[in-house]
């Protein structure tokens, strides 16, 4: 099973590119849900989700609807160094997705670590307690640093029972490669775009993902996506070049290229009026 859609479906600059012009915030959701059946969240990475809040979501999408939850920076980026507090951390944010594991609408937990994290036997323990933490929630890991493309590695994630985060990004030093490679029952891809001009160099974060694909560059990943979903139970495919609405105009193309719905016609979403999505 493969699903596409994007990272986060809250964003301003996607009326009149995606929503339509004068889309009220509240409607964002129930739009976005008409055209795909999985959004990534990644407010969860600034800000400890609440059930409230993710019970809210579930309410607002249809049945068979997923969310792919991106753990707090606490439990990636900044982890407290007492374990009495970095184990509160990890207890908030497993009861906050309560509401979801109940609406059977969790996909997983997406784990992104920062590029400075690096393979050593501190990071594996320390990988292995955060699956032990995350109480049985799937769960999948993105690194940023290309020495964790290992076969090592990849065993050690399917000992463990943690997804690999495939990534497509810009092909520079000491970046992920664009591999394919599934190490658990729970598939994962993400597309952050591929400006490499801006990925280091940048005023503000999104100018990083400001990135629309090809078709031809989205169709290089249809066999590599095909084959991880042959070893896995569920494939997540995930856009992240959300600047602009890019990153629902290129899961769209996904879509077709992936044959997981009709085409989009020209004319049916806003900015898309000319020539379809191709």
């Not at 249809?62 to 407290?80: D, L, Q, R, S, W």
């Amino acid at each position: 099973m493969i699903l596409v859609g994007t990272a986060g479906f809250s964003y301003a600059d996607w009326r009149g590119t995606f929503y339509p012009e004068g889309a009220r915030e509240a409607e964002f959701l129930g739009y976005y849900s008409r055209f795909f059946n999985v959004v990534e969240l990644d407010f969860t990475y600034y800000r400890m989700p609440t059930p409230k809040t993710m019970k809210g979501l579930c309410d607002r999408t249809p049945p068979g609807f997923e969310f792919c939850v991106k753990a707090n920076k606490a439990m990636t980026h900044e982890p407290p160094a007492d374990g009495e507090a970095l184990g509160e951390t990890f207890r908030a944010f497993v009861d906050s997705l309560e509401p979801m594991v109940s609406a059977g609408k969790l996909g997983c937990v997406l784990a992104q670590f920062p590029f400075s994290f690096k393979p050593s036997s501190e990071s594996l323990d320390y990988l292995a307690g955060f699956k032990e933490m995350c109480r049985g929630l799937p769960l999948v890991v993105e690194y940023r640093n290309s020495s964790w493309v290992t076969e090592s590695t990849f065993e050690f994630l399917k000992a463990a029972g943690i997804g690999f985060c495939c990534v497509d990004e810009p092909r520079l030093r000491g970046l992920m490669p664009r591999v394919a490679v599934t190490t658990s029952r729970t598939a994962y891809v993400r597309f952050h775009g591929r400006n490499a001009a801006k990925w280091w160099n940048h005023e503000h974060a999104s100018e990083r993902y400001d990135y629309l694909y090809s078709k031809e560059e989205l169709e290089e990943w249809v066999p590599k996506i095909v084959s991880i979903d042959q070893a896995s139970d569920k494939t997540y495919v995930l856009f992240n070049n959300c600047h602009g609405g890019k990153a629902a105009r290129n899961s769209l193309m996904m879509k077709e290229l992936l044959g997981l719905g009709p085409p989009v016609p020209a004319g049916t979403l806003p900015g898309l009026d000319e020539g379809g999505l191709g």
